[in-house]
C-alpha cells in the first residue's frame, strides 16, 4: 500500500499500463489481464478465469488481496434494471410485485491502484502530510535496478572514459560491487547543500553495477575507485605538494636529511591521490624513506 486516502488504500502493483478505468466482473481487455497477472505475482491467483476476462475467479482474488491487507473490496450495483419478483400465484389480485435489492459486485476503483514497471519499488519522496488534503503530488516511486551516481573534480574527469571499470564500496554495510562508467557529464554542476563547497565545480558520473545492487543502498553513499592508469610496477611517488620548479624549469624535491636540505631534480609522472611519481635524473639521489619538505610551518616560523 502506498497511502491512504479518507480511509481508502492506494495499492501498487507490478505493470506497464497505467490504470485508465475501473475495472468490474464482466469486463474484458488488456488491462483486466494486467490486473490478473499482478494479483497473481502477489499470491492471489485468478487462474480460473480466461485471459483477459474479469470473471469469478478474478473477483475473488481481488476480494482476498483487499482482505489480506485489510480492507474490504469496493463495491458498485450492476448496471442492470433490478429483476421483478412475481407474487405467488395465490395471492390476491391486489397484491403488486415486488422489486429485489440490487446486487453489489466487486469492483476496481481506478483510484485505488497505481501499476510501476518492476517489483520492488521504493518511495523517493512522499509530499503528502497527514491531516491534509490530498492532491497534486502525492509521492515518488522509483523502480527498476539501481545505479550509482558519483562526481569527479575538473582535473579528473579527463582521466575517464566511459566503460572504464570501478569498484563500488559502501562503508555503511560493508557491501562491494564492482560496475562501469556509463557517462561522464561535460557540463559542471555545482556542490549542493551538505557537500564540500570547497571542491568547487563537479562533473557528474553515472555507473551500472554489474550485479543488481540491494535496495537498501537506495540514498546511501559509497566509494568509487575508477583505475584510470597503472605503474604496472612499484615507483617513488612523494606528494603533489613537494614539487617544485626551478629556474631551469626542471622539477625537483627537496630533500631534508641529518638538519640539512638538498635539491634533486626529477622526471614527474602520474598521480593519484594528492602523490605524483618521480624519477630522479642520473646522478641525483632519492630513495624510499627519505624525508621531504611540503610547506612551510608558520607556527614555528620553521619549514616542514
Same mark, same amino acid.
Given at each position: ?150 562526481? =569527479?573534480? @575538473?582535473?579528473?574527469?579527463?582521466? !575517464?572514459?566511459? %566503460?572504464?571499470? $570501478?569498484?563500488?564500496?559502501?562503508? &555503511? *554495510? ?103 611519481? =618521480?624519477? @630522479?635524473?642520473?646522478?641525483?639521489? !632519492?630513495?624510499? %624513506?627519505?624525508? $621531504?619538505?611540503?610547506?612551510?610551518? &608558520? *607556527? ?5
Amino acid at each position: 500500500m502506498l497511502v491512504e486516502i479518507s480511509g481508502r488504500p492506494v495499492f501498487v502493483l507490478q505493470g506497464s499500463m497505467p490504470a485508465y478505468r475501473d475495472l468490474a466482473p464482466g469486463m474484458e481487455g488488456s488491462d483486466v489481464t494486467q490486473l490478473q497477472q499482478a494479483l497473481t505475482s502477489a499470491g492471489f491467483t485468478a487462474s480460473g478465469d480466461p485471459r483477459g476476462v474479469f470473471g469469478d475467479s478474478t473477483r475473488s482474488a481481488l476480494t482476498r488481496f483487499y482482505r489480506a491487507r485489510g480492507y474490504t473490496v469496493p463495491t458498485t450495483v450492476a448496471p442492470d434494471e433490478p429483476k421483478l419478483e412475481m407474487p405467488d400465484l395465490k395471492a390476491t389480485e391486489s397484491s403488486a410485485p415486488t422489486r429485489t435489492a440490487p446486487v453489489p459486485i466487486p469492483t476496481l476503483p481506478v483510484s485505488e491502484i497505481v501499476y510501476v514497471p518492476s517489483i520492488p519499488a521504493v518511495v523517493e519522496d512522499v509530499k503528502a502530510r497527514v491531516g491534509s488534503e490530498a492532491g497534486g503530488e502525492l509521492a515518488t516511486i522509483a523502480t527498476g535496478d539501481l545505479v550509482v551516481d558519483g562526481t =569527479v573534480s @575538473p582535473h579528473e574527469k579527463g582521466l !575517464l572514459t566511459v %566503460g572504464q571499470s $570501478v569498484k563500488i564500496f559502501s562503508e &555503511t *554495510t560493508g557491501l562491494e560491487a564492482e560496475g562501469t562508467v556509463a557517462s561522464v557529464s561535460k557540463t559542471p554542476k555545482k556542490p549542493e547543500q551538505g557537500q564540500d563547497q570547497s571542491r568547487g565545480e563537479l562533473y557528474p558520473v553515472k555507473i551500472t553495477p554489474r550485479t543488481r545492487l540491494p535496495h537498501d543502498l537506495v540514498g546511501e553513499d559509497v566509494r568509487l575507485t575508477i583505475e584510470a592508469a597503472t605503474s604496472k610496477k612499484k615507483v617513488l611517488a612523494v606528494p603533489v605538494s613537494a614539487i617544485s620548479a626551478g629556474v631551469d624549469g626542471d622539477a625537483s624535491v627537496t630533500v631534508r636529511q641529518d638538519g640539512e636540505e638538498r635539491r634533486v631534480r626529477v622526471r614527474t609522472g602520474m598521480t593519484a591521490d594528492g602523490y605524483i611519481e =618521480v624519477q @630522479p635524473y642520473t646522478g641525483e639521489q !632519492l630513495q624510499r %624513506g627519505d624525508d $621531504v619538505v611540503v610547506g612551510v610551518d &608558520t *607556527t614555528t616560523n620553521g619549514e616542514r
